[in-house]
């Protein structure tokens, strides 16, 4: 079976390539089991990136302190989401995937159980900053341990599922401030937000294997990728050179591709790293200050942290339909669409007020608003996984990741200006806008994936 958007298969005829392979065989139970384990991982990484917008006005309340006071605070978890998704991305291609997603895991564990026990606004941005290095991490390592252990055929929904436990975290976070910050305090939710990512962290390090195309760079590596083949229901063939996923040996790929900025990759990494940066601007605006917003029309703390609830829950469900409609029509179509979609939403959301809307009718706009802006961010990681080879995936993602956090980094200070001066439909309009470069970025794009047709049986 050969798949449109699959790995080329090269070298040798005699060579087993393990792309090929994987991209042949059917998506086992074994591979969907691991997609759950890294699915964990941001799920986590969701819910604690989240925390701090669900107990915002908690804390600006318990420290009596003003909205611009905690501005830093939001930037510096973006700051370290920046240096993390880089840094994180380059320790990915060198020392492996699962290392580094540990590294990751474990820090932000760690740094989002010491938040609860933060006692002002410096101790909190250092923590958040801390937090930060280990979420921006995590994002490339998942995005290409899910590409890696998918075919082909299945690789950008496989992707989307994994990211996509962010807006998904934040739904469960939602849920539970809703619950847990009346009866036990905001600094509840932190410690026991740490606790359960640092439980996560060791599922990881006990179950999960290193990614089967990042081993089988390395011919020393036989051994433990036939194994993991194995596990998978996928059985090579013995005393066959393994090579690498792409069909060609490392020196030939880092030869031919050696950068992302490479004279093939270079226009695509351009504006990849437009759509990150205007997309994630848009989301953690509302991530950071939609609660905040709802409450000063008038809502309640129950009501403005169900509202992100359902931002988040729309892009869920937006995300997952991407995913799916990219295998089916390819991620051009798909994604352009749904950043238009994102547009209208917003625009109708400026033009009525949420204190004037009936609770229905303002979570049904929230959750067109956050389903299509989630939706296209989410895809992304699945576009960036398909435009770079398995020598610079991680890298190639992490930089594009590191670079949406800069728009965070913005969101969160813009965000507060907007927010102070009260103006909600300029809240709206300022996504509407930064949304239509990312549809500008997405159309410019030119190695967009594939629909995933089947060319001949197998």
């Not at 309340?61 to 611009?68: E, F, G, T």
């Not at 599922?203 to 993991?228: C, G, M, T, W, Y």
């Not at 991680?394 to 969160?412: D, E, K, P, Y």
């Amino acid at each position: 079976m050969i798949l449109s958007g699959a790995d080329p298969v090269g070298g040798d005829d005699r060579a087993t390539n393990i792309g090929a392979l994987i991209d042949r065989a059917p998506w086992s139970p074994y591979q969907k089991l691991l997609l759950c384990l890294v699915s964990l991982a941001i799920l986590l990484d969701g819910f604690d990136n989240q925390a701090l917008g669900f107990a915002l006005p908690h804390i600006l309340r318990d420290w009596k302190l003003a909205k611009a006071d905690l501005s830093m605070a939001l930037a510096a978890a973006q700051l370290g989401m920046f240096f993390g998704a880089i840094g994180g991305g380059l320790i990915g291609d060198r020392l492996g995937r699962k290392s580094a997603l540990v590294g990751s895991v474990l820090l932000f564990g760690v740094a989002t159980a010491l938040i609860g026990l933060a006692d002002g606004p410096g101790t909190l941005a250092a923590l958040r900053l801390c937090a930060g290095i280990g979420l921006g991490a995590a994002f490339p390592n998942v995005a290409a341990l899910a590409a890696e252990f998918t075919p082909a055929r299945r690789r950008s929904l496989a992707v989307v599922i994994t990211i996509v436990c962010v807006p998904l975290g934040g739904v469960i976070g939602g849920t539970a401030a809703s619950f847990i910050m009346p009866l036990l305090g905001w600094r509840s939710l932190f410690v026991g937000a740490g606790a359960v990512t640092l439980a996560i962290c060791g599922l990881i390090v006990i179950a999960l294997p290193e990614s089967v195309r990042f081993l089988a760079r390395s011919p020393k590596n036989a051994d433990r990728v036939a194994a993991i083949l194995r596990r998978m229901g996928i059985d090579p063939s013995d005393g066959l050179p393994l090579l690498m996923s792409e069909g060609c040996t490392v020196s030939e790929k880092r030869h031919s591709e050696g950068s992302i900025f490479a004279s093939s990759l270079r226009l695509d990494t351009l504006l990849l790293w437009t759509a990150f940066f205007f997309s994630l601007m848009s989301v953690y605006a509302a991530f950071n200050w939609l609660p905040t917003l709802l409450a000063d029309d008038g809502h309640d703390i129950v009501v403005a942290s169900r509202g992100l609830v359902a931002f988040n829950l729309g892009g869920v469900v937006a995300a997952l339909c991407g995913g799916w409609a990219i295998s089916r029509f390819g991620s051009r179509v798909t994604m352009v669409t749904m950043a238009f979609a994102a547009i209208l939403s917003a625009v109708a959301l400026a033009f009525m007020p949420t204190a004037t809307l009936s609770l229905p009718m303002l979570f049904t706009l929230l959750a067109l608003e956050g389903g299509f802006i989630n939706g296209v961010q989410t895809t992304l990681y699945a576009l960036g996984s398909a435009i770079y080879p398995t020598s610079l995936r991680a890298s190639g993602v992490g930089a594009a990741t590191g670079i949406g956090r800069v728009g965070a980094i913005a969101s969160s200070l813009l965000g507060a200006m907007v927010i102070g001066w009260g103006a909600a439909a300029g809240f709206h309009w300022s996504i509407a806008i930064v949304m239509f470069v990312v549809a500008l970025a997405l159309l410019g794009i030119r190695n967009h994936a594939r629909p995933a047709v089947v060319t001949r049986a197998y």
